[in-house]
């Protein structure tokens, strides 16, 4: 089966944001700002994809008062794996818009979600780490005061307040993302309005299938005779109340209609007597003397006898079984005849 094609503009978007994402190894991913009355212009600290820059220096003197670690690269694996992350997806997001299907980019935009969660949590998890794990022997000990930069946005710590924010590589990585997830979740609306459009056509074929379905079963002939009413049904041929279902019989046209009849006698008149052209008949039905069940005439033992007493005067039983006729045989004296010797 061929996989749901996604629409050229989202196609076209997917690519330009794997080309976007190519640039945040060249920018700046996320920049804390630290401003104090004695820096009047600010502290800068930037983090790339593969290093730090900025006022590291200064902002690593001032930490080794306070006890904090030193920042330096080398010390952070993630440099060494994250700006080939990011070639990883932006290559993702290229090769899922050339290759135009939905699977590819739902597969891609979770990828990337995760990704991003995870690298969240492990810038938490440093800063953290930076702000609470503080030298004893410091020059400057505050009790119970740790110096954790906020995740995103402001913190005050001591006199120095500390700002946290993306800077345009992290911007450029949030766009890619929303533009990606965009183009995805419209993906998925489109494709369930597709499946409700589907789902209406379906169900309205199915309405003009059904009549059609009905006229041809009715046309290949019935699927079996309908069961009898006693004392509501009456018979077709001397329209009296059927109560007797022992010596009840159908007969179907092969136009589906069912006619019903309370005796034998009854059913052959109303052929032989031409109230109902024989050629017309699908199949003929008797009741068994014992069961009360219906089946087909040519699959039954009938035995007349004047001791039957059956409601018209036919006075004929039919027997399902050999077992039942000779039961009724040692009941009832009489003859076996034909079915077919009863329609002539």
């Given at each position: 089966?061929?996989?749901p094609q996604?629409?050229a503009?989202?196609?076209?978007?997917?690519?330009?944001?794997g080309?976007?994402l190519?640039?945040v190894?060249?920018?700046?991913?996320w920049r804390?700002?630290?401003?104090?009355p004695?820096?009047?212009?600010?502290l800068?600290?930037l983090i790339?994809?593969?290093?730090?820059?900025?006022?590291?220096?200064?902002i690593n003197?001032?930490?080794?008062y306070i006890?904090?670690k030193?920042?330096?690269t080398?010390?952070?694996?993630?440099?060494s794996v994250l700006p080939?992350l990011?070639?990883f997806?932006?290559?993702?997001?290229?090769?899922?818009?050339i290759?135009?299907?939905?699977?590819?980019?739902y597969?891609?935009?979770?990828l990337?979600?995760?990704?991003?969660?995870?690298?969240?949590?492990?810038?938490?998890?440093w800063e953290y780490?930076?702000g609470?794990?503080?030298?004893?022997?410091?020059?400057i000990i505050?009790?119970g005061?740790?110096?954790?930069p906020?995740?995103?946005?402001?913190?005050q710590?001591?006199?120095?307040?500390?700002?946290s924010?993306?800077?345009t590589?992290?911007?450029l990585?949030?766009?890619t993302?929303v533009?990606a997830?965009?183009?995805m979740?419209?993906?998925w609306?489109?494709s369930r309005?597709?499946?409700?459009?589907?789902?209406k056509k379906?169900f309205?074929?199915?309405l003009?299938?059904l009549?059609?379905?009905?006229?041809?079963?009715?046309?290949?002939g019935?699927?079996?005779?309908?069961?009898?009413?006693?004392?509501?049904?009456?018979c077709?041929?001397?329209?009296?109340?059927i109560?007797?279902?022992r010596?009840?019989c159908?007969?179907?046209?092969?136009?589906?209609?069912?006619?019903?009849?309370?005796?034998i006698k009854?059913?052959?008149?109303?052929?032989?007597?031409?109230?109902?052209?024989?050629?017309?008949?699908?199949?003929f039905?008797?009741?068994?003397?014992?069961t009360?069940?219906?089946?087909p005439a040519?699959?039954?033992?009938?035995?007349h006898?004047?001791q039957?007493?059956?409601?018209?005067?036919g006075?004929?039983?039919?027997?399902e079984?050999?077992?039942?006729?000779a039961?009724?045989?040692?009941?009832?004296?009489g003859?076996?005849?034909?079915?077919d010797m009863?329609?002539k």
């Amino acid at each position: 089966m061929k996989k749901p094609q996604m629409l050229a503009i989202h196609r076209i978007l997917l690519i330009i944001s794997g080309i976007a994402l190519l640039l945040v190894n060249y920018f700046p991913i996320w920049r804390i700002e630290l401003s104090a009355p004695q820096y009047p212009e600010g502290l800068e600290l930037l983090i790339y994809s593969d290093k730090l820059a900025g006022n590291v220096d200064i902002i690593n003197g001032l930490n080794h008062y306070i006890g904090m670690k030193t920042l330096h690269t080398s010390d952070f694996i993630e440099f060494s794996v994250l700006p080939s992350l990011i070639v990883f997806f932006a290559l993702l997001f290229i090769g899922v818009g050339i290759w135009g299907k939905r699977s590819g980019g739902y597969f891609a935009i979770g990828l990337f979600a995760l990704f991003g969660i995870v690298a969240m949590v492990d810038f938490w998890k440093w800063e953290y780490d930076y702000g609470h794990n503080l030298n004893p022997d410091a020059a400057i000990i505050v009790p119970g005061m740790s110096y954790q930069p906020p995740l995103v946005g402001f913190k005050q710590l001591l006199n120095f307040g500390a700002y946290s924010i993306p800077a345009t590589g992290g911007w450029l990585f949030i766009l890619t993302g929303v533009v990606a997830a965009g183009c995805m979740l419209r993906e998925w609306l489109a494709s369930r309005k597709t499946k409700q459009t589907l789902g209406k056509k379906l169900f309205v074929l199915k309405l003009l299938i059904l009549p059609a379905g009905l006229i041809t079963t009715q046309a290949c002939g019935p699927s079996g005779p309908q069961p009898i009413k006693r004392g509501t049904d009456a018979c077709s041929h001397c329209k009296m109340t059927i109560s007797d279902l022992r010596f009840g019989c159908e007969m179907i046209s092969k136009k589906g209609r069912a006619y019903k009849f309370d005796d034998i006698k009854c059913m052959t008149s109303f052929v032989s007597e031409g109230d109902f052209d024989k050629a017309a008949v699908e199949v003929f039905y008797l009741s068994d003397f014992k069961t009360e069940e219906l089946r087909p005439a040519t699959e039954m033992s009938l035995l007349h006898s004047e001791q039957l007493r059956s409601p018209m005067g036919g006075n004929c039983a039919a027997f399902e079984t050999p077992s039942s006729l000779a039961e009724a045989q040692k009941q009832f004296s009489g003859t076996l005849v034909e079915w077919d010797m009863l329609l002539k």
